[in-house]
């Protein structure tokens, strides 16, 4: 926990840690709560790994730090989770999709997670290699952090990646929650986001009360344009 005032919990995604947070900096006015996600970073992977056993890990610590109304930012996968908290916890108040969806994958995707996972256990480098960079919209113009989440990467091992991938492909639909809790739900989109195509965006977002914040990157919004982000962030937990 650093900083003083409402506190803000930062969900990183898949193949990245608490050092994406980097980019946006500190934010004054927050006391910001940054979490390793199982198998990511300093945090070791746990058996049965799934979004909602991550989730009753947050919940287990915001209870332990006695926080008692807080938000969370959640970037892909880290969205994921930070949908299963807001669910299973009432001391959890807005939570913020930044490259990050609410709904079930498709039988395609599915596949595709599992096809990764088996990947891995003999190409690990060779997935990386090709998955990251496909994640920004002009790789060359980030070729330094490119570089950098990819060393990074390359220090989890093929059996966290294989089941963070899926553990993403079973996870549950939660457009009900959307719903529900619209006013709570705050999403940041990239444009380019091939990962979650704008379009595809729209669709779900039909007959739900939420309107997207539509910003000029790919999945890597933090990334590539970073100070954007950090004031969305800011207009969304009040800083």
């Known amino acids: 926990m650093t900083g003083n005032g409402r506190p803000v919990v930062f969900l990183h ?3 990245e ?3 994406m947070w980097k980019y946006l900096g500190d934010f004054e006015g927050v006391q910001s709560i940054v979490v390793d996600l199982p198998g990511h970073g300093e945090s070791p992977l746990i058996p049965e790994l799934t979004m909602q056993s991550i989730a009753n890990l947050i919940i287990q610590l915001l209870d332990e730090l006695k926080v008692v109304s807080y938000d969370i930012v959640g970037h892909s996968m880290g969205g994921y989770v930070a949908l299963e908290v807001k669910k299973n916890h009432n001391s959890c108040d807005k939570i913020i999709l930044l490259n ?3 709904w079930q994958d498709t039988a395609l995707k599915k596949e595709d997670r599992y096809r990764v996972a088996a990947l891995v256990k003999e190409r690990k480098e060779v997935f990386l290699n090709s998955a990251i960079p496909n994640l920004f919209l002009e790789p060359h113009r980030f070729q330094g952090d490119v570089d950098a989440l990819i060393d ?3 220090s989890i091992s093929w059996e966290s ?8 492909s079973e996870r549950t639909d939660n457009r009900i ?3 529900e809790h619209c006013q709570d739900v705050v999403i940041i989109q990239g444009l380019h986001d091939t990962t979650i195509p704008q379009k595809v965006m729209l669709q779900k977002l039909s007959g739900i009360e ?7 990157s790919g999945h890597m919004a933090h990334i590539e344009c970073g100070a954007l982000i950090r004031h969305l962030i800011e207009g969304c937990v009040g800083v």
């Open 210 to 216: 939420v309107l997207p914040h539509m910003v000029p």
């Open 152 to 154: 990074e990467a390359k």
């Open 17 to 19: 840690s608490i050092s």
């Open 13 to 15: 995604g898949f193949l």
């Open 177 to 179: 929650l959307v719903k």
């Open 161 to 168: 990646i294989a089941e963070a991938s899926i553990a993403m």
């Open 100 to 102: 990050s969806n609410f």
